[in-house]
C-alpha cells in the first residue's frame, strides 16, 4: 500500500519550538488530546553543521510500543524530495488521555532510542508497560474521531496532518478490543461527545469509537462478543449490545435483550433511548414516545433525551409539543477536539503524492498568493453553518418542523406555545391588577443553562442586507415573515415586576410558556436561512426567465449547498454542488453528489464519486476516511467485490488513482465483508 506524501513544516530559527508549545498545552487537554506530533531535526549531508526543525501531526499509527513510534520515525528518514539534508534525530509525541501523559520517543540516528513521557507539569516519568496500553488504545480511538467524513472539513482545520487507518487487520483488531475490553470501565476518564453533560460506562469516547469502528467495518460479531463478555461485568453495557444487534439486523435478539436488562435497570435512559429509536424506525410512534417520555424521566439533564422526544414528536406531527419539548432541552457549551496549537513556522511545504493527482481536482484550484473568492457578505454572516455540538442537533430538529409545515404556520405553533413580547405587554398594560404578575408564567419543565456559545442570532443589520438585485429582495423579504420576538425569561423575572404571584388576569398565558432565549435565537437564524434562500431561488428564476447566466463564485455555490440541504431542499442542494464542481472540484460538493447517487441507487454514480473523493483525500495525506470506507463496504455488500472492482477499473481515470479505491476494497477482503468473497 502506498504510503500518502509528507508535508514538512518548518522551524528554522527556533528548534523544538513545536514541541515546547506541545508540552505547555498538555495541562489544557480536555478531550482525546491533539493527533501526534512527529519533529525530525535535519542538517546538510554536506559542510554545515545548521540544523532545522521540520515536523507534521500524524494519526492511526501504532502506538503499542516505544519501538513501533520508533518504526515510523525511521520510514522517515529517507525523503525523495530532500537530497541534500539528512535527519540526525526525530521526536515522536503521542498523547495518552486516561493518564493525561505525554508519551515521548527520541530517536537519534543512527544510534539511540530513549522513551520516557512527559506530565502536565512537564516534568518526565518512566513510561511503562501499562501506560503504553493506554497510549495504543488512545492512537486507535483518536485515529476515528479525527478522520475525515470525506467532506474535507476536519483535513481543512489542522494543516499538515497524515492520516493512517490504525486497524488494518484481523490481528491488530484483535489487539484493538483486548486493550478496550481491558480498559473499558475507565472510558469516562476520556470525556465524551459534546451532546453529552455528564460521561458515564456507555457514553464517552470510548463506546463512541468502538461503535464506530464495528459500524465502518461491519465486524458485528466481533463487537457483540466484546460487549457479550463486558456485559456479564455491568448490565448497563446491554445498551451498547443491543445497538450492535441491531446494525447487525439481528433485531429479535436485540428487543429481546432491550426486554430482559429493562426488567434489571428500569429506569436505564441510554436503554430507553435504544428502545425509543427502534419503535421510531419501524414507524411505532406512540410506543415510541412512550419510551422517550421514560428516559427523559430518567435523565432530566441529558439533551439526547429530550432531543429525542422531540424527534418522535416531531415524527407524530404534534407541533406544539415538539417545539415545547424543544424549549426543555438541555443546552451545552461546545467542547472542541484537542488541536494543536503551535508556535508560527518559518514555511510549510504541502508535496503532491505522484499517485493522487487528478487533473480534475488540481485544476481551477487557488494557487498560493491567488485573491480569495469574493462572497457576498449575506451569505457569509449564516450563522447555522458554524452550529456544532447541541445547537446543531436543536436547529436540525427545528428546520424538520419547518419543512414540514411551513415557516407561517410554524410561526403560528410558536405564537400558541410561547408569551409573545406584544402580547405580555399589552396584558400588562390592560391588567387592573397592580398585584397581577407574570411571574407564574408556566416555566420550562427543565431549563437549558442558556449559554449562547454557539446559538447566537443574526444581527438586525444583518437581517437587513439584501443580495445583489435590492427591489427583488425587499420584495422577498415581505414574503418571509419576520419572527415576533417572545417576552424574555429575563424580563419577567428581573425582579422589576410586581410580587404578587398571582396572574389571574393574564388569562392568555394559562397555557404558555416562556421561550428559551436560545430557541428565540435559533428562530431569528432559521429566518435569515430561509430569507437568503428564499431571495436565490427568486433571482435564479428570474435569470432564467430572461435567459440569463446566474453566476456565483465556486464557494459561494459551496455555501448555497450547504444552505438548501439545511432547510432539506435536497435537489436544489444538488444543482448548486453541481454549479461548484463546474468551476473547480470541491470534496464538500462532490459529497453531496455522492447523497445524490446513493438515494438513487446508482451504483456506477456512486463509485465516480468515491474515486474522486478518496483521490482528494490522499492528495491531503489521508488515506483512511471512514465513511468513506463504509460507503465502499456498503457497495460491496450489495453488489458484490467483482463487480465493484471491474466498474472502478473501467472508469477512464489513470490507474494510479483507481489503485487507491483498490486500497480500500482490498480491506473489506481482508476483514472478509460481505460480498467480498464473490
Keep these: 500500500m502506498v504510503a500518502p506524501a509528507v508535508p514538512e513544516i518548518f522551524e528554522e530559527e527556533d528548534l523544538l519550538a513545536a514541541v515546547d508549545a506541545r508540552t505547555e498545552s498538555l495541562q489544557n487537554l480536555r478531550e482525546l488530546g491533539p493527533p501526534d506530533l512527529v519533529y525530525l531535526i535535519k542538517q546538510p549531508k554536506t559542510g554545515s553543521t545548521r540544523q532545522t526543525g521540520v515536523y507534521h501531526h500524524v ?14 520515525v525511521n520510514t522517515l528518514v529517507s525523503s525523495p524530495l530532500d537530497k541534500t539534508n539528512k535527519v540526525v534525530s526525530g521526536i515522536y509525541s503521542c498523547y495518552n488521555a486516561f493518564s493525561h501523559l505525554d508519551m515521548r520517543v527520541e530517536v537519534k540516528i543512527p544510534g539511540s532510542l530513549e522513551s520516557y513521557c512527559i506530565d502536565e507539569r512537564g516534568d518526565k516519568r518512566v513510561a511503562t508497560e501499562a501506560l503504553w496500553l493506554e497510549t495504543f488504545l488512545c492512537g486507535v480511538l483518536r485515529a476515528y474521531s479525527y478522520a475525515d467524513d470525506g467532506s474535507g472539513d476536519a483535513i481543512r482545520k489542522i494543516v499538515g496532518v497524515r492520516r493512517f487507518n490504525p486497524v488494518t487487520n484481523t490481528e491488530m483488531e484483535h489487539r484493538f478490543l483486548d486493550a478496550a475490553e481491558k480498559l473499558f470501565f475507565l472510558g469516562r476518564q476520556l470525556s465524551s461527545d459534546p451532546e453529552t453533560q455528564v460521561p458515564n460506562t456507555v457514553s464517552n469516547h470510548l463506546t463512541s469509537g468502538l461503535l464506530k469502528y464495528i459500524h465502518t467495518t461491519g465486524r458485528y460479531a466481533s463487537g457483540i462478543n466484546l460487549f457479550e463478555k463486558l456485559r456479564t461485568r455491568d448490565v448497563e453495557v446491554s445498551s451498547l449490545l443491543a445497538r450492535v444487534f441491531k446494525m447487525a439486523d439481528e433485531e429479535v435478539q436485540a428487543v429481546r435483550l432491550m426486554y430482559d436488562a429493562l426488567q434489571d435497570v428500569p429506569m436505564d435512559y441510554a436503554l430507553l433511548d435504544c428502545q425509543a429509536a427502534f419503535c421510531a424506525d419501524k414507524g411505532e410512534g406512540e410506543m415510541a414516545l412512550e419510551c422517550a417520555k421514560r ?43 484537542d488541536t494543536p496549537r503551535m508556535p508560527q513556522p518559518s514555511r510549510i511545504m504541502l508535496p503532491i503524492l505522484a499517485e493522487s493527482m487528478l487533473e480534475e481536482i488540481d485544476e481551477g484550484q487557488p494557487k498560493q498568493g491567488d485573491p480569495h473568492d469574493y462572497v457576498h457578505p449575506s451569505l457569509r454572516r449564516l450563522h447555522a453553518a458554524t452550529y456544532q455540538g447541541t445547537f446543531l442537533k436543536a436547529y436540525n430538529l427545528l428546520t424538520k418542523v419547518a419543512a414540514a409545515i411551513g415557516w407561517d404556520q410554524l410561526l403560528r405553533v410558536r405564537s400558541e406555545v410561547f408569551v409573545m413580547e406584544e402580547e405580555y405587554r399589552t396584558e400588562r398594560h390592560h ?29 438586525e443589520d444583518d437581517t437587513a442586507e439584501t443580495t445583489a438585485n435590492g427591489d427583488d429582495s425587499q420584495q422577498v423579504e415581505h414574503s418571509i415573515e419576520r419572527p415576533e420576538q417572545t417576552v424574555a425569561s429575563e424580563v419577567v423575572k428581573s425582579g422589576n415586576e410586581d410580587p ?54 465556486a464557494t459561494e455555490w459551496e455555501i448555497l449547498g450547504e444552505l438548501a440541504e439545511r432547510l432539506h431542499h435536497f435537489d436544489e442542494a444538488i444543482e448548486a454542488y ?42 491531503w495525506y489521508s488515506e483512511f476516511s471512514p465513511e468513506l470506507l463504509f460507503m465502499i463496504r456498503k457497495l460491496i455488500e450489495d453488489e458484490g467485490a467483482v463487480k465493484v472492482r471491474s466498474i472502478v477499473q473501467a472508469t477512464n481515470l489513470p490507474q494510479a488513482v483507481l489503485d487507491l479505491t483498490h486500497q480500500y476494497c482490498q480491506l473489506c477482503a481482508t476483514f472478509r465483508s460481505s460480498g467480498s468473497d464473490g
Design 431 to 459: 391588567s387592573t391588577s397592580k398585584q397581577s404578575s407574570i411571574a407564574n408564567v408556566s416555566p420550562p419543565e427543565t431549563n437549558g443553562n442558556g449559554e449562547q456559545e454557539n446559538g447566537e442570532a443574526a444581527d
Design 59 to 72: 494519526t492511526g499509527i501504532d502506538a503499542s510500543s516505544s519501538a513501533s513510534l520508533a518504526a515510523y
Design 500 to 553: 404578587d404571584p398571582s396572574h389571574s388576569s393574564y388569562t392568555q398565558f394559562k397555557n404558555k410558556r416562556l421561550c428559551e432565549r436560545w430557541l428565540d435565537n435559533l428562530f431569528m437564524v432559521l429566518y435569515e436561512d430561509l430569507r437568503i434562500y428564499t431571495i436565490w431561488r427568486t433571482e435564479i428564476a428570474q435569470f432564467r426567465q430572461q435567459a440569463m447566466e446566474y453566476k456565483k463564485s
Design 295 to 337: 428516559a427523559v424521566t430518567a435523565a432530566p439533564s441529558e439533551f439526547s433525551t429530550w432531543a429525542r422526544l422531540a424527534e418522535v414528536y416531531v415524527n407524530l406531527e404534534q407541533w406544539d409539543l415538539a417545539l415545547l419539548t424543544l424549549n426543555s432541552c438541555p443546552m451545552f457549551t461546545y467542547q472542541d477536539k
Design 578 to 619: 453541481q454549479a461548484c464542481l463546474s468551476i473547480r472540484f470541491s470534496p464538500k460538493a462532490m459529497r453531496g453528489i455522492l447523497k445524490k447517487h446513493e438515494q438513487k441507487n446508482d451504483t456506477r454514480g456512486m463509485l465516480s464519486a468515491l474515486i474522486r473523493l478518496i483521490a482528494w483525500q490522499y492528495r
